[in-house]
Structures are given as C-alpha cells and as structure tokens.
C-alpha cells in the first residue's frame, strides 16, 4: 500500500492514476473525499492526522508533499509501519542558496525533519512548475492580452506528470533510498515564450505585457501571501536573462525524455480556454 498525500493536487493526481495503472494499491488521502472525484480504484481517505491508524494502516510507503505537516504525522507513519517516504521537495534547496527565503525554510525544514524521522527517505526537488502558467488563464479567457512581470525572465518549467512519472519509479523501483534527484523541464523559455506557446495551443496569437513589479500585486498573484510577494518577485527577477539548471533526471530515470513546455500547453489547452 503506497500512501499518496495532496491526492488532489496536480503532481498527486498524476501520481494517483500512473500507480493505479501500474495495478499497486493506494491510499489517497484529501481533506474533502466527497468533491476529490479520484478515481475509484483508488482508497480515498480523509487527510485527519489525529487518526493516524486510518491513514497509514498497512501501508510501506509514503509520498509527502511539504505543507501536509510533520514530524507527529511521520512518527505515525513510521509506528504503523511506513519505511520509506518520498518528499515533493523543491529546486531552491541547492549549495548557495537564500536559507532565509520563505520556500527555502519551509522545504528544508521538513527534510530536516524526515532525515531525523528514522525512515528511509527519497526527496524530488523540482525548479518551476509548468503549472505555474495557470496563473494565466483568467486572463486568456478573457482576451489575447496576458499582463505579467519580467517578460525575459527564465525557467525550465517541468510536467507535472514528468514528476510524478519519477515518483512513481522511486517508490516502485526501489533503490533510491538517500538519493536527491533535481528534475526540470528539457528546455529554457521565457514567460514571454510560455503565453505565446498557449496560444498557440490554443490557435491564438497572444501577447504578453510587461507589468512593473511594483504594480503586481493579487490579481496577478492570487494565491501568493502577500507577505510573501516581495521576495518571490526579487526571484524571478534574478531569473531575467539568467539561463536555468537543466537536468536529464526524468529521462534517465523513466526512460523517457522531459516534456516541452509547449507539449504541456497542448496538454492543458483546455484550461485556457473560455468555459461556455
């Protein structure tokens, strides 16, 4: 039994059916398992740490997205016999990097966390998500005007199914116990290269528009903390014209190359598309 946490997210979705396909049992766990609509092979459960034997109940394995808490829920994990938990960590945690940066503190916190947990452990830690993008589509939507900050700035965004894609081989495959794998997309593009890569998904020609930093705020950024937003800015600023780490992690553990961000665009076109 694999447990699967952020079942209903994008890269725990994936992650949801590649398992279920590959014919494994799987817990999915999801705050609200009457709106989850995850498949029915699947155990779907909801996400309640004060009843951990429900949770982890004869399961081996967990996958664990950051911001679903620890260390009480890996100690559950752990006494109900969990050996090896795979987290969804991120790209930031790297040798130079802002220790102090909000992502940076929440992910490595929670590595610390599992190292000292006492369990086998696996951590992904992705750069930019192509899921990112979605921050877009209200405003595709609406017209063929996308307003954004630093139209140069750069990134090799990844499938989100390319991640799940090595989750899947790490929990399956074994091996991997202690390893660190960055994953990224296969190619740089800019965000200005990303909208136009939508509309032509979408058979549109859309143009991105420049927004000054200091004019960004929650209508671009919806979901951001505001407290938060200054310093994510200053990041992608210090992308602009600066060429990303790029990794063969995906092909060489799947056997199969990373996906293009215009391959994601395709795959997500009807995101971006106006509902009727």
């Known amino acids: 039994m694999i447990v699967v946490t952020g079942a209903t997210g994008n890269v725990g979705r994936a992650l949801v059916d590649r398992l279920l396909a590959a014919g494994r049992p799987v817990r999915a766990l999801t705050r609200d398992p009457q709106r989850?609509?995850?498949?029915?092979?699947?155990?779907?459960?909801?996400?309640?740490p004060d009843d951990p034997a429900a949770l982890f109940g004869a399961a081996t394995a967990l996958f664990l997205y950051a911001?679903?808490?620890?260390?009480?829920?890996?100690?559950?994990?752990?006494?109900?016999?969990?050996?090896?938990?795979?987290?969804?960590?991120?790209?930031?945690?790297?040798?130079?990097?802002?220790?102090?940066h909000p992502i940076h503190v929440m992910h490595a916190t929670v590595e610390r966390q599992i190292r000292d947990s006492g369990l086998?452990?696996?951590?992904?830690?992705p750069n930019a998500f192509a899921t990112n993008a979605l921050q877009w589509a209200p405003?595709?939507?609406?017209?063929?005007?996308?307003?954004g900050v630093f139209?140069?700035?750069?990134?090799?965004?990844?499938?989100e199914d390319d991640i799940a894609a090595v989750a899947e081989r790490v929990l399956l495959?074994?091996?991997?116990?202690?390893?660190?794998?960055?994953?990224?997309?296969?190619?740089?593009?800019?965000?200005?290269?990303?909208?136009?890569?939508?509309?032509?998904?979408?058979?549109?020609?859309l143009t991105f528009v420049e927004t000054a930093p200091r004019q960004a705020g929650p209508e671009l950024f919806p979901h951001v903390p505001p407290q938060m937003l200054e310093?994510?800015?200053?990041?992608?600023?210090?992308?602009?014209?600066?060429?990303?780490?790029?990794?063969?992690?995906?092909?060489?553990?799947?056997?199969?190359?990373?996906?293009?961000?215009?391959?994601?665009?395709?795959d997500h076109a009807e995101d971006f598309r106006a509902k009727a």
């Open 139 to 147: 405003q595709v939507r609406a017209g063929d005007t996308v307003r």
């Open 36 to 48: 989850a609509a995850l498949p029915a092979g699947a155990e779907v459960v909801r996400f309640r």
């Open 120 to 125: 086998d452990w696996t951590f992904l830690r």
């Open 173 to 205: 495959d074994g091996g991997h116990e202690g390893a660190v794998h960055r994953l990224t997309g296969p190619e740089a593009t800019t965000n200005a290269e990303q909208v136009a890569a939508i509309g032509a998904a979408l058979g549109r020609e």
């Open 151 to 159: 139209a140069n700035a750069l990134s090799a965004p990844i499938h």
């Open 67 to 100: 911001q679903a808490g620890a260390p009480d829920l890996l100690r559950a994990a752990r006494a109900h016999g969990v050996r090896h938990v795979v987290l969804l960590s991120s790209g930031i945690i790297q040798e130079g990097a802002d220790e102090t």
């Open 231 to 266: 310093r994510l800015l200053r990041t992608f600023q210090e992308t602009v014209g600066v060429p990303p780490e790029i990794t063969g992690t995906v092909e060489k553990l799947t056997g199969t190359p990373a996906r293009t961000f215009a391959q994601w665009a395709r």
